[in-house]
Structure formats: structure tokens, C-alpha cells
């Protein structure tokens, strides 16, 4: 990997980790755009991701601050719901990266994720839904919906954004508790990759390389939550789906007329 490689793959991960078009979807092809080899880079995408949840953990600095000092209710909440991910995540990590860490599998992700912004932004219209409060079911169910984001081309964020909506959750307010919700799912992962890391079991690129990543991931993390909270003040998520249709249809093209482009590296 060189640098311009691990800049690019910083700044893929630092924007699509926040924006509903799946961080890990999107590291999958940019890999095999670039032909490297998945396995290789288990610990650089380890990396990536301690980019932008630092990123995170800046920008909610002061929400953090109020969930452990005035809003324990919320933080009860947000532990309920980060137990389905963190029990899938012990039980079938391996399983999902065997079976769904495909450029193919990765593209039908993508298009589900599409199908379910839509469909949720129907429900929550139809419902006409707004302001609804934060409850034990409710956020059990969220946290169902970011377990799923285990599933390379599912978004954690989106798939939690959407869940929240059609529960008439304010779109402001169930993007924030995604993603605070996101960072112990995030820095669980973290801590458990980096002792693998540790341990020898996943290795990483030079250390320039990684460098390169981590900064590059924090700084586009950073631009693209602030981004997007400000964007579902007056947005849908329908644009988002958009998007996934468009690079699905286009990336599936790539793969069948530019083989050489997308095949996935021979381990």
C-alpha cells in the first residue's frame, strides 16, 4: 500500500462512517478498485476506524459529557442497545467477514440499504410521526438495526437512522443517539482488532501509511458528521438512497465490462 492509497482510503472511511452509505461497503470496493489484498488490510481498517471515532468523540464531546452527568436515562438507553451488536459481534464476526466481504455481496447490501431508507421515510410520512420519545423498545430495536451494520454494505448509521424514523423519532435527534450509540459498538472493535493486531493475528502497513490513514479518516470524519447533522435538519434520507442505487449500478457495470478493476485479489 502506498500513501496516496492509504490518504484515499482514510478519507473514504472518514466520510462514509458518518454519512448512511456504509463505511465498511465502501472500503471493500475502493480496495478492490485498487487490487489490495482483504486480508492484509483487517488492521488497517482497524485504523481507519480509531480515525473516526476520535473524530466522534471531538464532536459530541459536550453530549458526552451531559449523558454522564445529567442525562443517565439516555445513557441507560444507549447500553440496552448496544448489546445485540456486541453479542453478534462475539458470536458471527467471523461468519459475516467470511461470507460478505465480496464486492458482489457488498453491492446487494447497498441496494437493501437503498430499499430501507425509502421505505422508512414512507412509514415515517404516512405515520406523520414527530417528536416521539426515546423508550426501552425503541431502542432495542435501534440497536438490532446497528447490529445488522456488522453485514459489510449495511450502514450503522443509516440502518439506526432509518429504524429511529419509523418510530417518529426527530431525525436530528435519532441521528445523534446513533452515533453516540455507534462509538462503544465502534470502540469495542477497536480495542478487540487492536489486540489481534498485537497478537500478530492481523497486520498493518508501514507506519507512514498509517499515519497517513488515521489523520486522513479523523479530519473527513470530522467534516462529514458535521456535515450531515446539519443536512437532516431539512433533509430526508432519500437522497442517500439515491446515491446507493447510482454507485451500485454503476460499480456492478465496472465489474462485468472492466473485470480486471474489481476481481478480488487471490489470497
Known amino acids: 500500500m502506498n500513501l496516496l492509497e492509504a490518504l484515499l482510503l482514510g478519507i473514504i472511511q472518514g466520510i462514509t462512517e458518518f454519512l448512511p452509505i456504509s463505511s465498511d461497503g465502501h472500503l471493500v470496493l475502493a480496495e478492490a478498485f485498487f487490487g489490495l489484498q482483504f486480508e492484509t488490510l483487517k488492521g488497517f481498517d482497524v485504523v481507519l476506524h480509531a480515525g473516526t471515532l476520535l473524530s466522534m468523540v471531538i464532536y459530541f464531546r459536550a453530549d458526552l459529557i451531559k449523558l454522564f452527568t445529567q442525562n443517565r436515562r439516555l445513557l441507560g438507553y444507549i447500553?440496552?442497545?448496544?448489546?445485540?451488536?456486541?453479542?453478534?459481534?462475539?458470536?458471527?464476526?467471523?461468519?459475516?467477514?467470511?461470507?460478505?466481504?465480496?464486492?458482489?455481496?457488498?453491492?446487494?447490501?447497498?441496494?437493501?440499504?437503498?430499499?430501507?431508507?425509502?421505505?422508512?421515510?414512507?412509514?415515517?410520512?404516512?405515520?406523520?410521526?414527530?417528536?416521539?420519545?426515546?423508550?426501552?423498545?425503541?431502542?432495542?430495536?435501534?440497536?438490532?438495526?446497528q447490529a445488522t451494520a456488522l453485514i459489510q454494505g449495511i450502514s450503522r448509521s443509516g440502518s439506526t437512522i432509518a429504524t429511529g424514523l419509523m418510530f417518529g423519532l426527530k431525525r436530528e435527534e435519532v441521528a445523534r443517539f446513533s452515533?453516540?450509540?455507534?462509538?462503544?459498538?465502534?470502540?469495542?472493535?477497536?480495542?478487540?482488532?487492536?489486540?489481534h493486531i498485537t497478537q500478530g493475528v492481523e497486520v498493518l502497513p508501514q507506519t507512514s501509511a498509517v499515519v497517513v490513514g488515521f489523520f486522513a479518516s479523523l479530519i473527513a470524519g470530522y467534516l462529514a458528521v458535521a456535515f450531515l447533522m446539519k443536512f437532516l435538519k431539512t433533509h430526508t434520507l432519500r437522497a442517500f438512497a439515491v446515491y446507493l442505487i447510482i454507485i451500485s449500478g454503476l460499480v456492478f457495470y465496472a465489474m462485468n465490462d472492466l473485470p480486471p478493476m474489481l476481481e478480488t485479489p487471490a489470497p
Open 79 to 145: 447500553v440496552l442497545a448496544t448489546m445485540p451488536a456486541v453479542i453478534a459481534g462475539l458470536t458471527l464476526e467471523d461468519w459475516i467477514d467470511k461470507t460478505f466481504r465480496d464486492p458482489t455481496m457488498v453491492l446487494f447490501m447497498l441496494l437493501i440499504m437503498a430499499a430501507w431508507y425509502l421505505l422508512a421515510e414512507e412509514v415515517a410520512r404516512r405515520k406523520n410521526l414527530k417528536n416521539s420519545p426515546f423508550t426501552l423498545l425503541n431502542t432495542f430495536v435501534i440497536g438490532l438495526a
Open 179 to 195: 452515533f453516540l450509540l455507534g462509538m462503544p459498538a465502534i470502540a469495542g472493535a477497536v480495542v478487540f482488532k487492536g489486540w
